[in-house]
Structure formats: C-alpha cells, structure tokens
Nanobody, 116 residues
Framework: QVQLVESGGGSVQAGGSLELSCAAS?????????LRWYRQAPGKERDFVAG???????RYADSVKGRFTFSHDNPRNTAYLQMTSLKIEDTAMYYC?????????WGQGTQVTVSS
C-alpha cells in the first residue's frame, strides 16, 4: 500500500510562487518517475498538470508551460512542482498521483489559492 503525502500549498498573490512536494512511501516502489501532479478547481474535473513522459522528460499542461517546473527525485520517491507567475486561474486543489503498473494511489490534496 503506497501512501502519498503532499505539502507546500497555501495562499499567494497573483504573480507569486509556491513549491509543492509529494513524498511516496510504503509498499515496494520500483517504478521510476511514478509520480505526477493533477489539479481540480471547484466544479471542474481533475486535470493533469505535470509529470514525466516515457523518455523521462517533463511534460506539462499547456496552461502551465513556462511557469511550472516539475522534478522527480527517484531515490527519495518524491516529486516537486515549482510554480511561478501564479495566476488566479491556478487556484485549485492539487493532487499527487502515484502509478506503477497496477498500483495506483492519490494523495489527499493540497490547496493552492491565488488572489489578486
């Protein structure tokens, strides 16, 4: 059973920055780049934000390209999301997802609120 612990959310003014982290523990984690970030705004679906593609390169949603930076520390089973130039529309609950073959888990989410 894999557990995910997210941290780093908070409230910030537009143009500000935050860094989220997601640490995976438990079970036997033998997949590389198994963590990725999603977000869900009130009344909307959960959407992909960032993760690694099959070649190990970061992949981003179009809405965050150039502003967010994803990194994955495989030895520590931790993923990070550096968010800069935050916009009001980035306000959402941010969720970490773990996927390794048939093992799938979601974190509890961390709230990011961007105000004007």
């Amino acid at each position: 059973q894999v557990q995910l612990v997210e941290s780093g959310g908070g409230s910030v003014q537009a143009g500000g920055s935050l860094e989220l982290s997601c640490a995976a523990s438990g079970g036997y984690i033998f997949c590389r780049n198994s963590l990725r970030w999603y977000r869900q705004a009130p009344g909307k679906e959960r959407d992909f934000v960032a993760g690694m593609d099959s070649s190990g390169s970061p992949r981003y949603a179009d809405s965050v390209k150039g502003r967010f930076t994803f990194s994955h520390d495989n030895p520590r089973n931790t993923a990070y999301l550096q968010m800069t130039s935050l916009k009001i529309e980035d306000t959402a609950m941010y969720y970490c997802e773990f996927l390794c073959f048939q093992t799938h888990a979601w974190g509890q989410g961390t709230q990011v609120t961007v105000s004007s």
